[in-house]
Structure formats: C-alpha cells, structure tokens
C-alpha cells in the first residue's frame, strides 16, 4: 500500500509540475502579446464586449428600462475603471516623487485627476439619466 501512495503522490507532483508550467507558458504568452497594439485589443476586446452584456425581456420592456438595465451594468465598471486608474496615477506621482522627475509628478497627477473625472461620472450619469419619463 505505501508503493501505491508513494506511486499516487509523485503523479500529483508530475501534474502540479505541468500545471505551474503550462500556467507560467500562458502568463508569459499573454504579457508578450499584451505589448503590441493587436495583442491588447485581441485579449481586452472580448473581456470588454461580454462585461457589457445585457439581456432585458422584449416583453413589457421600455427605453427607459433598457436604459436603466445598461446603466446598471456599466456603472459600477467605469466607477472600478476610474478608480483604478486614479490608483495608478497615484503610483506614477509618487514615482516621480521618488526620482524627482517633474514630468513624472504631472503625468501621475494627470491620471489621478482623470480617473477621479471618471469615476465620477460612472458614479453620477446613471442616476441622472432620463428620457423625461
């Protein structure tokens, strides 16, 4: 019995092995394409489009629900949006802080102040919208 567990641990080893190596290979495919243009808008466009989907019931529906069930669903992802982008101005300010690099502290200034605009507007424009009903 103890061949056998012995037998059963070093094939869960093999497999985690493989695993960690595939998932390594896949982790280093996705950063080489995340550095050209086509790679960026080859793995962001279809997370984008299947976040953005919605599904309202033709029955009963009107504009203004249509509307509201959109605004649902993208309003809490451009207030995330934004603030991640606020985050990431954030860094690029202390950066610049760090190296003393006055264009980096206005860069980093700049994102912050419009991932702020951003997250404002997500937080804003769906309580806001209207079409007068």
Known sequence: MNRFTSALHHAQDKVTEIGAKAMLAAVNATGKAMNTKLGRAALVLPAAVSFCTVSVSAEGADAQGMIDAIMGVLGPGVI??????AVVGGIQTGVGFKDDNADGKTRGFQTLIGGAIIAAVGA????SLSLGG
């Open 124 to 127: 804003i424009i769906p309580s």
């Open 80 to 85: 995330a949006l934004g603030s991640l982008v």
